[in-house]
């Protein structure tokens, strides 16, 4: 048989379009943000007709969804954070975060999709949804601790304050500190948000 060569943008072969759209769409919202991306754009970029990232995703809250699932794989993570002492899980979610951010220089697409969080009601919700059900909630649900989805909430929020003041506001002393020292400063605050006892 021919291989199709419709408008869909389909490749003959075994197909990574969905992953080539997905990584096409990150850059897009690390670089231009929520508003700014739009889908023909991201086609664009995938080198595939936008009627294919429509049928893929439907709209761009859910390939931002798809994005942010992508980024931060939530099943490997949940499993990781909870594989090892319950103990050093501060470090080690502070350990995984900072690795998904990067280097200061050169940092990876979830500060781009913190950023579209925070200028846009829907990628705000998207993240926060994510954050709070995904991810660290299902970590505190499955650690069997009081009050889970507040200790999600409070781990995610020292994250995410980290992420803004290091990688996008750039405070000095956060800029210059080693991954290895702000693992350790950060820690212990987050394995009280997640282990520790109630106030």
Same mark, same amino acid.
């Not at 990781?80 to 319950?86: A, N, T």
């Given at each position: 048989m021919e291989p199709r060569t419709g408008r869909t943008g389909r490749r003959p072969g075994t197909s990574t379009t969905r992953e080539e759209i997905v990584a096409a769409a990150a850059i897009a919202f690390s670089a231009g943000g929520y508003e700014a991306t739009s889908m023909r754009q991201v086609a664009a970029?995938? /080198?595939?007709?936008?009627a294919l990232v429509r049928r893929f995703f439907g709209g761009k809250e859910q390939l931002f969804s798809?994005? !942010?699932?992508?980024v931060f794989q939530p099943e490997q993570a949940v499993a990781?954070? %909870?594989? /090892? *002492? &319950?103990g050093k899980l501060g470090e080690r979610l502070a350990g995984y975060v900072l690795g998904l951010l990067g280097a200061v220089d050169r940092p990876g697409p979830v500060l781009g999709l913190m950023r579209s969080a925070a200028t846009n009601a829907h990628a705000a919700a998207l993240i926060r949804e994510f954050l709070a059900n995904d991810m660290l909630g299902k970590v505190t649900r499955k650690l069997g601790v009081?009050? *889970?989805? %507040? &200790?999600?909430?409070?781990?995610? /929020?020292?994250? !995410? /304050?980290?992420?803004?003041?290091?990688?996008?506001v750039r405070v000095d002393a956060l800029v210059s500190s080693p991954p290895d020292e702000l693992i350790a400063w950060m820690a212990p605050a987050l394995q009280r948000h997640l282990t520790g006892r109630a106030p």
């Open positions: 970029d995938a /080198g595939v007709d936008p798809a994005v !942010v699932t992508s990781m954070l %909870l594989d /090892g *002492p &319950r009081d009050q *889970p989805e %507040l &200790r999600a909430a409070l781990a995610a /929020g020292q994250l !995410v /304050g980290l992420a803004i003041t290091r990688y996008a």
